[in-house]
């Protein structure tokens, strides 16, 4: 990502600030100043000018190419190659212009970073004619954490969304500010770099979950509150029951009346699909991902953290306070008090979908219908060497021809339907989630085929390689026509195929689609049959995409009843997936969500918001722009609870919650959600 600026930066003079610096890994370096119209001088850029203006701007005007920017570099810009004492960078800037502009940053600790090794690198929008300190944090995970505490950086600041491996803070080399490809030239005002602080982590986190150093609309300060805070939304509940015209399942009550069958099915209805509730109304399904009674994270080797640690999470490893606080506020009878206040809440926010991966005691409930969920394991990965796929077996995937894969799957399928395959009350299932098709680097459409090529780099034995094998033996007359037609050389069908992305070629591209075609064929077809076998009256809603080639796509839409995507966007664009009208089978999103951190978390998630009234706005936006595309049945907010403050099993520690870990729910949201969730009947039988 972002190696072209690299490319462009190894042909243009270092840059050069307007002092040196010398700065002690135990002190910060001062900041960066532009205090005399010398810096020009000094300064180097990257398809970009500048100009200075008294009595400290420097005007970088981008140009419209590809990576353009600017760089400083240690023993030129500033002598402090140790950063050991830094937390982050503060960019000091501001967009003059008209429309918003995606600023790019990037650290580098060696000078063969190219974008990929050896630096990190983070994002922020800047507003029309906004001036804001944007924050660049240094730390690749704080202590297990994809965010840490804020930086202290002033009032109008903003955290950019930094990614990338550790850095050898002790030897920072560079970094350099640069834009993304602009479509036009851009303009950006730029005032000072300050370094900033590590952050105190001892005693961040409170007894009730919460983040200590800081106050907030809504934070928990005595267990007394949180019977305060029940009665009061006991009363609003009371108040506000389900949205109006809907049937027991959450189905349009007043819209036609359709054939009763007494389960989840689909229809299409003057050129918008739907789905149908058991009753025959037309359904449309907006809920909420991992509705459970817990949001736990790791704890080991961070005690410290922690201002009170109940001795309960320090024998387990793992800290629970969203559990710890419903046994607070419900009491001895805590689990289906909550259930009981779960399945009151999502009506009446407008929700009526428990979405996947939440528990079965609010299946159990019969009050909001749900989606089920399969997992299955114990497959070999398709993986040669030479591609294999980083990190761990998440981001690879497992090959759908090993001989093992139908009987491992049934076996799954068996046991996830025993208790729910004659429950009316069940949507239907989502098998697997967001498989490895392709590169992760190609996140969405795909395209570098990096399954076929791991396949055929393979050894032998796999099968999957011997699958591929088979269709090119049965294409060409001998390996040697098939090496001419790929430009490889190979002696033997049972050598390795070892090609990167821009050696593939016309035949290369059409061989390996027709690979994924096969493997794809394979899987849906296997699945499809077991569901229907032992879940027949329930959907299948797929395998939840994330990257998705088109000929997996395509096969999908043969065998699943409903395709499901995860999308994560400020809204979903209808000439980019305009597509979903032409499968032929309705469409649901699996996951999509906003996040905040003006409410005490570290982490806005994978979409982010100023605050929570915007993030309430991004959320009816990102609704009605699905409610008005024809071939959409739904879309699933990912989740019900904020993640653990100090991160879950993987880092993640976003705002992404309709509650907060105290049981609390976000007022803007909520409302907002319940706002746009009752228009879903009338706005999607207008979708065109």
């Avoid at 989606?371 to 090959?399: M, N, Q």
Wanted: proline fraction near 7%; include cysteine.
């Amino acid at each position: 990502m972002h190696a072209c600026f690299d490319n462009a930066a190894r042909f243009f003079p270092l840059l050069i600030a307007s002092f040196a610096l010398n700065a002690s890994a135990a002190e910060l370096p001062p900041p960066l100043l532009f205090s005399d119209s010398n810096a020009l001088t000094r300064l180097s850029t990257s398809s970009a000018t500048l100009r200075w203006t008294p009595p400290g701007t420097v005007c970088v005007e981008f140009k419209k190419t590809t990576w353009p920017g600017v760089r400083f570099e240690a023993g030129k810009a500033y002598d402090a190659k140790d950063w050991s004492s830094v937390g982050g960078l503060a960019l000091d800037l501001r967009n003059p212009g008209d429309e918003p502009i995606e600023v790019h940053a990037r650290v580098d600790d060696d000078a063969k970073a190219n974008g990929t090794v050896h630096c990190r690198q983070g994002h922020a929008t800047v507003g029309p004619r906004e001036r804001v300190t944007l924050v660049f944090p240094m730390e690749a995970t704080a202590v297990g954490m994809r965010a840490g505490p804020p930086l202290e950086a002033g009032n109008n600041s903003r955290r950019m969304r930094v990614g990338g491996k550790p850095l050898d803070d002790s030897h920072i080399v560079a970094f350099l500010l640069f834009l993304a490809k602009p479509a036009q030239p851009r303009t950006i005002e730029f005032f000072s770099v300050r370094w900033l602080p590590k952050p105190e982590l001892r005693g961040i986190v409170d007894r009730f979950g919460q983040y200590t150093h800081a106050e907030w609309p809504g934070k928990l300060h005595a267990e007394t509150e949180l019977a305060e805070r029940r009665a009061k939304e006991q009363r609003w509940l009371r108040e506000h029951p389900s949205v109006a015209e809907r049937d027991e399942f959450g189905g349009w009550k007043k819209g036609p009346q359709l054939q009763s069958t007494g389960f989840f099915r689909t229809e299409q209805c003057d050129g918008r699909w739907w789905l149908v509730t058991p009753s025959g109304h037309l359904f449309w399904s907006i809920g909420s991902t991992c509705v459970r009674p817990e949001s736990s994270g790791p704890i080991k080797g961070r005690e410290t953290m922690f201002a009170a640690l109940p001795d309960a999470f320090a024998k387990k490893g793992h800290a629970d306070f969203y559990q710890l606080n419903l046994q607070r506020k419900y009491g001895e009878n805590w689990l289906a008090e909550w259930v009981a206040a779960t399945c009151a809440r999502l009506p009446a926010w407008g929700f009526n979908t428990i979405a996947n991966w939440s528990v079965p005691d609010v299946f159990r409930a019969h009050k909001v219908p749900y989606t089920a969920t399969v997992h299955c394991g114990g497959l070999p990965f398709i993986s040669a060497e030479e591609y294999k796929h980083i990190p761990g077996p998440s981001r690879r995937l497992p090959d759908f021809f090993s001989e093992r894969f139908p009987e491992r799957y049934e076996a799954a399928i068996v046991k996830a339907a025993a208790e729910w395959r004659d429950d009316p009350w069940c949507v239907g299932w989502f098998v697997d989630n967001e498989l490895a098709w392709d590169s992760w680097a190609q996140l969405g459409t795909g395209g570098e085929y990096l399954t076929a090529r791991e396949a055929i780099a393979a050894p032998p034995a796999l099968a999957a390689r011997q699958a591929f094998v088979k269709l090119l033996r049965a294409k060409y007359s001998s390996v040697e026509a098939f090496a001419k037609a790929w430009g490889v050389a190979v002696r033997s069908w049972n050598d390795p195929v070892v090609i990167k992305p821009a050696q593939l070629n016309e035949a290369s591209r059409a061989d390996c689609s027709a690979f994924m075609t096969a493997l794809a064929e394979r899987y849906f077809s296997v699945v499809s049959t077991a569901m229907k076998k032992h879940a027949p009256n329930h959907l299948y809603l797929g395998c939840r995409f994330a990257i998705r080639p088109k000929e997996v796509v395509a096969v999908s839409a043969k065998y699943c009843d409903v395709v499901s995507f995860n999308i994560y966007a400020d809204t979903v664009d209808p000439e980019k997936w305009k597509s979903a009208n032409d499968l032929g089978k309705p469409v649901v999103i699996g996951e999509f969500h906003f996040g905040a951190t003006d409410r005490g978390m570290f982490h806005t998630g994978l979409r982010p918001t100023q605050s929570q009234a915007e993030r309430a706005k991004a959320y009816a936006a990102y609704v009605r722009s699905v409610l008005a595309m024809p071939a959409f049945v739904g879309c699933h907010w990912f989740q019900y609870v904020d993640q653990p403050l100090t991160g879950r099993f993987d880092g993640e520690n976003y705002n992404i919650g309709l509650v907060t870990v105290t049981d609390t729910p976000y007022p803007e949201l909520t409302a907002e959600a319940r706002k746009v969730n009752a228009e879903i009947y009338r706005l999607h039988s207008q979708a065109k």
